[in-house]
Structure formats: structure tokens, C-alpha cells
């Protein structure tokens, strides 16, 4: 019996499969993007935080100096002579503090006075207050001037004026307290104002007032 040849049939290609501790390219490359976003995202989120903490200070943090000014003048009660002469009147001011901080302005008692060839001829007391913040608080004050306040070295210069019908005299006042942020931060500020103005005799009004 002639020996049957045996017929050698070939394997099939075997399928490859990756090891468990590689990873895909392509999904290495998605979390490399990911990872990339959320680092991108991280630093934005710094740097705005960075920036509304700057601002933060920058506006809210940082104390100004409260403005003060002198705003109106009113003559009342205006007596003079020139022979000899002499001049009681009453001035009613206005006084005028704007608090441009995010807190609040309290200000300790203090005084308005009225000069005339630097000599004080009136003066009123400025009682305590506050001023809200970012508010505004108007002052009135009623300014007793007498012309017998004066030494005699400012007579002549004084009697000069009153008869000329122009009478020019200067103010000024001061205040001292304190600015208050978020009930920690207390800084002392002072503020003043200087004004001159030139009270008209026989109209009984006032011009020219100039602030500075």
C-alpha cells in the first residue's frame, strides 16, 4: 500500500495584541490635550484672580483724602460805621465734605474761623460727625465778625476798605478723623480748607469767594 503522504496545512497568523501597560497613541494624545486645557484654564483662573485682587486694593483698599470745601456764604445782620468805624455781622457758611473711600469718614470737633490782614476777627465750632462712604455731608455754620477784634495795627488798612465799600476777608477750617474699611483698617485723615472772599458793604452780599 502506497504510503499517503501527509499534507502539512499552515497556521494561521496568530493576532497580536498590545500589552496591557502600553496605551493607545491616539489616546495618549487626547490626554496630553486635556491635561494641556486644564493647565491653560488653572493659569487663566491665577492671573484673573490676580488681577481682581489687584483692583481690589487698588479701589477699594486705597484711602483718599476726603474733599472739603467751602461752597456758599450768606451776610446777615450786617451793621457798620465809618465814623468811627466799625463792622458786626454774621456770615452763615456752608461747609462741604465729600468722602470718595468705600468706608466711612468720622471726624473729631473742630472750628471755622475768619481772618482779616491775619487777624482772626471770627470763629464757630464744628461739632463730630461722619460722612457715609462715598457720600457727601454739607455743614452750616453761623460766623459771629466783629471789627473790634482787631489791634490797632490792622485799623488803618481796615478803614481804608470799609470805606471803599469792599471789606476783603479769608477763612479756614480744619478736620481731623479717621477713614474706616470693613471695620479693620482705620487711617487717620486730615483735611483743611482756605478760602478768601470779599464781602460787598452796601449790596450785603458776597463775591469772588475762591477756594483752595
Same mark, same amino acid.
Given at each position: ?13 496568530? !493576532? ?13 494624545? #487626547? !490626554?496630553?490635550? $486635556? ?10 483662573? #491665577?492671573?484673573?484672580?490676580? +488681577? ?9 483698599? $486705597?484711602?483718599?483724602?476726603? %474733599?472739603f470745601n467751602l461752597s456758599s456764604v450768606a451776610v446777615k445782620n450786617l451793621k457798620h460805621t465809618t465814623s468811627p468805624t466799625s463792622l458786626n455781622a454774621t456770615l452763615v457758611t456752608e461747609l462741604v465734605i465729600k468722602n470718595k473711600n468705600f468706608g466711612q469718614y468720622k471726624f473729631e470737633g473742630s472750628s471755622a474761623s475768619l481772618w482779616y490782614g491775619g487777624f482772626k476777627v471770627g470763629e464757630a465750632k464744628i =461739632? ?6 462715598? =457720600?457727601? $455731608?454739607?455743614?452750616?455754620?453761623? #460766623?459771629?465778625?466783629?471789627?473790634? $477784634? ?6 488803618? %488798612?481796615?478803614? =481804608?476798605?470799609?470805606?471803599? %465799600?469792599?471789606?476783603? #476777608? ?6 481731623? =478723623? ?6 479693620? +483698617? ?27
Amino acid at each position: 500500500m502506497a504510503e499517503q503522504e501527509s499534507q502539512v496545512w499552515p497556521l494561521a497568523p496568530s !493576532r497580536l495584541f498590545r500589552r496591557s501597560d502600553e496605551e493607545n497613541p491616539t489616546f495618549k494624545a #487626547i !490626554r496630553r490635550e $486635556r491635561s494641556n486645557k486644564c493647565f491653560v484654564y488653572v493659569f487663566a483662573a #491665577i492671573v484673573l484672580q490676580s +488681577i481682581l485682587i489687584l483692583v481690589f486694593a487698588l479701589v477699594v483698599l $486705597r484711602v483718599k483724602s476726603p %474733599g472739603f470745601n467751602l461752597s456758599s456764604v450768606a451776610v446777615k445782620n450786617l451793621k457798620h460805621t465809618t465814623s468811627p468805624t466799625s463792622l458786626n455781622a454774621t456770615l452763615v457758611t456752608e461747609l462741604v465734605i465729600k468722602n470718595k473711600n468705600f468706608g466711612q469718614y468720622k471726624f473729631e470737633g473742630s472750628s471755622a474761623s475768619l481772618w482779616y490782614g491775619g487777624f482772626k476777627v471770627g470763629e464757630a465750632k464744628i =461739632g463730630n460727625g461722619s460722612v457715609k462712604a462715598r =457720600g457727601t $455731608r454739607r455743614v452750616s455754620l453761623s #460766623i459771629e465778625v466783629k471789627s473790634n $477784634r482787631l489791634p490797632q495795627e490792622a485799623k488803618n %488798612g481796615f478803614e =481804608g476798605e470799609m470805606n471803599s %465799600g469792599y471789606l476783603k #476777608i479769608s477763612s479756614y477750617a480744619r478736620l481731623s =478723623g479717621k477713614v474706616n474699611l470693613m471695620k479693620k +483698617i482705620k487711617t487717620r485723615k486730615t483735611i483743611d480748607t482756605n478760602c478768601t472772599m470779599v464781602v460787598v458793604l452796601k449790596s450785603r452780599t458776597v463775591k469772588d469767594l475762591f477756594c483752595r
